[in-house]
């Protein structure tokens, strides 16, 4: 039995930028169902990584040579990072878990750490070595699985990076090794089996919170990627839902009407998700979007700042792999 047969058990779209999805499965307190216009009008002042990230940085601060604390809040930039599109989060997180690594005996939670930092800078020869360092110390970690699939994939080893997959969602079938499963799936071709493994992704997932949220992302791309508009428009608005004012939601609903060619509301709504969350996709899905619809010097202003973008990235070491 190949690995791909195999997973027929689990049968769909992980980004790499997401592969934090591994390592958090708790959520915001569910903020009670928004409608669409009040989804774009409200974001959330404060999530469960916020508060996260405050109340670790206090323990941390009162407890130094607590490992544990640092190392849980190095995880809990890489959620806001996630959250935020903002990459001086991945700096926070490194410098937190190479802090506590210089002080302590070899630690597997230190090493995925790193490796997903590493994952999130398209470092992924960086993240492999990490992986595999976290799994001499214990061959049975599923998030050290997690992070060595995620990364032999953007390598382009594919069976061993679905053979990693596998594992992880041997060990432990929760969402996200549903997404990683998912992605396997569509490198495949397999769109039906890629729908299935994201559905039981929101089912693991639970009704609330980002992690709620990020699963129906997916499944939104899948169908958008699909030709599936109006299912696509579906899973965003409830993404919505399930964490109101969720940027990657609205830029999703954009996505949708600049394929309809409605491009009055795409450009208010990528105006809206810019405007919290500058980030390069964004960013340039704007500028196509303003081009489209024959406003060139809006168009060209959003180009412009790219480069500027790019920078900001680079200056948080992530390799952004845009062409000149």
Known sequence: MTNLTKLTIFTAAIMVLASAAAFFSGGDPFQGPATEEEAVSQAPVSSAADRR?????????????????VIELGFAYLQKAR???????????????????????????????RGAVALERHDFETALAFAN???ALDGEDADAHA???DALIELGRYDEGVAAFQRVADLRPDMGAFVRIAYARELHGDI?????????????????GEGAAFARLQLGHLLFGSGDLAGAETQYDRALDSFPGYVHA?????????ARAEYGEAISLYELVVARQPVL???????DTYAADGKDT???????????????????????????
């Open 53 to 69: 990230i405050a109340d670790l940085q206090a323990r941390s601060a009162a407890r130094p040579n607590d490992p544990s604390s």
């Open 281 to 287: 996709e964004y960013v340039i899905a704007l500028g």
């Open 83 to 113: 959250e935020s599109g903002d990459p001086a989060y991945y700096s926070k997180a490194d410098a937190a878990f190479q802090r506590i690594e210089s002080s302590s005996a070899p630690n597997k939670d230190i090493l995925i750490g």
């Open 298 to 324: 809006d168009a060209a202003r959003q180009y412009a700042l790219v480069a500027a973008i790019g920078e900001l990235y680079a200056a948080s070491g992530v390799n952004t792999d845009l062409e000149s």
């Open 133 to 135: 360092q976290a799994l």
């Open 147 to 149: 992070v060595a699939g």
């Open 192 to 208: 039906a089996g890629a729908k299935e493994a994201l559905e039981m992704a929101i089912e693991a997932a639970g009704p609330r």
């Open 250 to 258: 609205l830029a999703g609903l954009a996505r949708v009407r600049a």
